[in-house]
């Protein structure tokens, strides 16, 4: 496996369920993001995580509820969503010391789709 | 607050003729911009990155351009093709401290009609 990869691909859940979103990078970066792209919407930043640790919470609710067990692993876990936050949530990851030629370019997962009935 | 912006939202062409895609943003004080390509339901597959100390990148029949101080890029695709259909999406880094926090534009949506 090569890049980065994100199960499910799709996943349906009612607003009481809890579920969780994996995602997987193979490219041996240091930094992981969680991305929401909801229609007619730019990319939205969720949560940054580098060297596993948190580093960016940006304005999310508590229904989500990220988790770095390692550089390599990105978990959403979810639990009592709203019909709003349907939506493909994105994973990436990047090199992200800034020195050298290192230029931090971000490498994205094919998304999971999220539909809240 | 870093605004980036892509105009057109929506461009067909046939095939053949030249893409040409802008993307311009409000703070010149970027790292970075990085182009994008969205395929429906699919993630994003990095196309281009130019370094803020750059005027330009190519790989195969795109290029894309970058003028800082004027805070514009513009991507161009030579010679379209059907298989260019997509969103493309540009993407600014604003520090060298940004983690990742790229500002996104809403993208242009691109159909090359055989």
């Known amino acids: 496996e090569t890049g980065v990869t994100q199960t499910p691909r799709h996943l349906v859940m009612g607003m009481t369920n809890k579920k969780s979103l994996k995602c997987e990078q193979h490219?041996?970066?240091?930094?992981m993001y969680w991305y929401k792209q909801s229609a007619k919407k730019p990319l939205e930043l969720m949560f940054v995580?580098?060297?596993?640790?948190?580093?960016e919470n940006n304005s999310v609710p508590s229904r989500f509820s990220p988790e770095c067990p390692n550089s390599s692993h990105l978990f959403l876990h979810l639990h009592t969503l709203q019909p709003e936050d349907s939506a493909l949530y994105l994973c990436?990851?990047?090199?992200?010391?800034?020195?050298?030629?290192?230029?931090?370019?971000?490498?994205f997962g094919e998304g999971s789709r999220l539909t809240v009935l | 607050k870093q605004e980036v912006t892509q105009i057109p939202a929506a461009l067909s062409v046939p095939e053949g003729e030249n893409l040409v895609l802008n993307c311009s943003f409000t703070?010149?004080?970027?790292?970075?911009l990085q182009w994008f390509r969205q395929d429906p339901g699919k993630g994003l597959t990095s196309l281009l990155l130019?370094?803020?100390?750059?005027r330009e990148q190519t790989s195969g029949r795109l290029n894309a351009s970058l003028d800082k101080s004027s805070g514009r890029s513009t991507l161009y695709i030579a010679a379209s093709q059907p298989g260019d259909s997509a969103t493309y999406l540009c993407?600014?880094?604003?520090?060298?401290?940004?983690?990742?926090?790229?500002?996104f534009g809403a993208g242009t949506q691109v159909v090359v009609t055989p």
């Open positions: 703070d010149s004080a970027i790292y970075n």
């Open positions: 990436a990851s990047s090199q992200d010391r800034l020195v050298g030629a290192n230029t931090g370019e971000l490498f």
């Open positions: 993407a600014v880094r604003p520090t060298t401290d940004s983690w990742g926090k790229l500002q």
């Open positions: 490219l041996g970066h240091n930094a």
């Open positions: 130019i370094q803020s100390s750059q």
């Open positions: 995580y580098n060297f596993k640790e948190q580093t």
